[in-house]
Structures are given as C-alpha cells and as structure tokens.
T-cell receptor
C-alpha cells in the first residue's frame, strides 16, 4: 500500500537559516508524483513544489527545493532563508499512478515548522 | 481569478443530523476532490468528481456522498453525523492537462459535531 511518512512532528528554525523537512514514501508504482503543501492556521493548503518520479533533476521553486532520492524513496523539502511567514504545517503527499488527472493524493502526518526571530 | 471557494466556513451540528458542504472550483477546472482532515492529521481522500461523474472514492462509509453540477461546482453530503465526523473538509480542483496536475485547495469547511 502507498504510504507517506513524515517523522518530524515539529521543527524550529532561526529566521534566515535553511531547514530540511523529511519525507519518505512507499509505493510499488514506477510512475508517481510527489508534492509539498503548506497549511497555515487559516486551513488552506498551499501548493509549494512538485517532483515527478521520472524527473532527473531536483525540483526548485524560489526558496523551496526538493531533495529527491529515488533509491532511498525520500523527498525532503529544503526551505532556504527562512522567514517568519514560513511558520505553518507542512505536508508531503504522493499521487498514485502518475496521472495528472488523478485527484487522489496520499498525505503524510505533517510537520509543524516554527521560525524564530 | 477567484480560487477554490467553500461554504460554509464553520458549522456546528449535533449527532444524527445531516450536513451539506459546497465547493466552487477555479474557473476552467472540471475536476473536484474532497478531503477530510481530522485535527492533527493529514487530509484523507473522500471523493473525486470529473465531468459530473465519480472518478474515485476513498475508504469512507456510505453516509458520505457527493455530486457535481453542470457548472462543475460540487456538494458533499454527510448523513447521520457522528462525533468522529468533526473535521476540516477540504475541496480541491485540479489543473488538468498540465504535467504536474497540482491540486488547488479551498480554505475548508470546519465541521463540529456535538
């Protein structure tokens, strides 16, 4: 069965420093997609970054980068130059079968990130 | 352009009652998914609808049902509410036709069952 594991319930980081949020996944599919979402206290899930299983390069979006290690089945999120507004819950998620039309994502338990001034 | 909109934002019901939650996807998005997020956990997939047809269903009892309308908006219905149905219900629309197919979420409907 497909599964996402986030082992860090909570993380602290000093403002302007980088932080890595861990995510490991389990799937028997060869084609899949990996996502990171940010959820502030308002509740809305905000898309951050996407990595396809066949993408050879790690995805980057501004201050966000995804450290994709396929053999280890890990997809860690790296946030550079942390800002106070980065304080939120972060979720790693996987889409089955790689179809971009599939609306089913499997989410991890999430990591709460707090940025200290 | 407006994002995914959900209503109501907050509601309180008692056990045994019925609830209807509503979602309007981003303009041009034809697919809607519903998720349940219990406090302290990640969202769990409930349904996906595309072109008014159910395209996927998660491991939820038959008390949960949904439908999609010709304008692609959607309703999630939950009958015979239980205390355990208290959660944030998230709706998402999908930007199909693009490689990533990321889901765009609304702010959710927070349901409390007493």
């Amino acid at each position: 069965a497909q599964k996402i594991t986030q082992t860090q319930p909570g993380m602290f980081v000093q403002e302007k420093e980088a932080v890595t949020l861990d995510c490991t996944y389990d799937t028997s599919d060869q084609s899949y997609g990996l996502f990171w979402y940010k959820q502030p206290s308002s509740g809305e899930m905000i898309f951050l970054i996407y990595q396809g299983s066949y993408d050879e390069q790690n995805a980057t979006e501004g201050r966000y980068s995804l450290n994709f290690q396929k053999a280890r089945k890990s997809a860690n999120l790296v946030i550079s130059a942390s800002q106070l507004g980065d304080s939120a819950m972060y979720f790693c998620a996987m889409r089955e079968h790689g179809s971009s039309n599939t609306g089913k994502l499997i989410f991890g338990q999430g990591t709460t990130l707090q940025v200290k001034p | 352009d407006a994002g995914v909109t959900q209503s109501p934002t907050h509601l309180i019901k008692t056990r045994g009652q019925h609830v209807t939650l509503r979602c309007s996807p981003i303009s041009g998005h034809k697919s809607v998914s519903w998720y349940q997020q219990v406090l302290g956990q990640g969202p769990q997939f409930i349904f996906q609808y595309y072109e008014k047809e159910e395209r996927g269903r998660g491991n939820f009892p038959d008390r949960f049902s949904a439908r999609q309308f010709p304008n692609y908006s959607s309703e999630l219905n939950v009958n015979a509410l239980l205390l355990g149905d208290s959660a944030l219900y998230l709706c998402a629309s999908i930007r199909q036709g693009f490689n990533t197919g990321e889901l765009f979420f609304g702010e959710g409907s927070r349901l409390t069952v007493l």
